[in-house]
């Protein structure tokens, strides 16, 4: 790491960005332009850090897109005068934002490392501080000039992971997240191990960022017992454009007359219909079983081991590309965009 390596810590709330009132021991979120009072590591890095903050810094409960948009503006304003970003984030929905960047922002070739914590920063036994140091390590590791993380990730409890394939699997442990389809990007012990065969290469782009988000998307969690008149509820809403279906094991649904007529009409409507397994790992083949087959012929795309988090983000944004066809947007929701598919 030289000295001249700049990078940009995004804080935009969450547990990680709290501390305890040492009086009445509620929380509150600290200022984070004294973030070297709160953390002293940070002045024996050799980066110059620039903190900047979300207009307002929310849970991540109520992260939706018109703060993506704000995140994504950040980030683009910013994105030639740094190195490396590193974002902090409530850990609730982290796997989406970290999936949603990775997508609307087209090209990036370099470190964009999501984090966060289960305690806050300024408890005692935190692991906000061990996440964040490591992360600003990862954001602003470079070999050859070249960073070494050029993609959207997320750094959790010595692991770093590609942030399109994270889910978060515990409001408990440490180790809250998973990446169940794919390897990790990097391990932090005595040393951070970049597994160098699982990062996507650099390449000479130049950043295009997305905006104008399109979020006329829904999704059914299907379930035994599910009732036509609860599918047409969320089916039938006028300006529905992509719906995720959630699907038993290699991607079944039952095989009742209504739900084959119901998945037609979707068909008809234009509306584009994605299907997701509920298990956390494995792929959906359409084709595998007879409650499969009827949803291949009726145009509904398989989402093969996308994580849900990646499903949902990855329709929001082909469906705001505005330049692409009908045809075109189910193409690439078909295939491996930004390394979400195996
Ligand atoms: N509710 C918090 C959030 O996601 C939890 C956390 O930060 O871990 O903002």
Known sequence: MSSSTELLLIYTGGTIGMV?????????????????????????????????????????????????KELLEIIELNYDSFDGFVIMHGSDT?????????????????????TGS????GKIRTD?????????????????????????????????????RTTKVSAENFEAFQSPNYPLL??????????????????????????????????????????????????NMPNLKGLIIETFGSGNVPSDTWFAEEISRLNERGVIVLNITQC?????????????????????ISGRDMTFEAAITKLMYLLSCEEL???EKRNYLDK??????S
């Open 20 to 68: 305890e009132d040492a009086e009445t021991g509620s929380l509150h979120p600290i200022d984070f332009t004294q973030l070297e009072k709160e953390i002293p590591e940070l002045k024996k890095f050799d980066c110059n850090i620039t903190v900047k903050s979300l207009l307002r810094a929310i849970d991540s409960s109520n992260m939706n897109i018109a703060v993506w």
């Open 94 to 114: 982290m796997a989406y934002s970290a999936s949603a960047l990775s997508f609307l922002l087209e090209n990036v070739n370099k470190p964009i490392i999501f």
């Open 118 to 121: 289960q305690l806050p920063i």
């Open 128 to 164: 906000g501080k061990e996440n964040l140091i490591t992360s600003i390590e990862i954001a602003s590791a470079m070999e050859n000039g070249r960073p070494i993380v050029p993609e959207v990730a997320l750094y959790f409890e010595y692991s770093l992971y590609r942030g399109n």
């Open 186 to 235: 990097a391990e932090a012990g005595v040393h951070i191990k970049y597994n160098r065969f699982a990062i996507r290469g650099w390449e000479d782009k130049k950043l295009i960022t997305r905006k104008n988000i399109i979020d006329d998307v829904a999704s059914i969690k299907i379930f035994p017992g599910l009732r036509r008149d609860v599918f047409q509820a969320i089916a």
């Open 280 to 300: 956390t790992t494995g792929s959906v083949i359409q084709s595998k079983y007879e409650t499969g087959v009827h949803l291949e012929q009726a145009g509904v």
């Open 325 to 327: 066809t009908d045809a």
């Open 336 to 341: 491996n965009i930004r390394g979400e598919i």
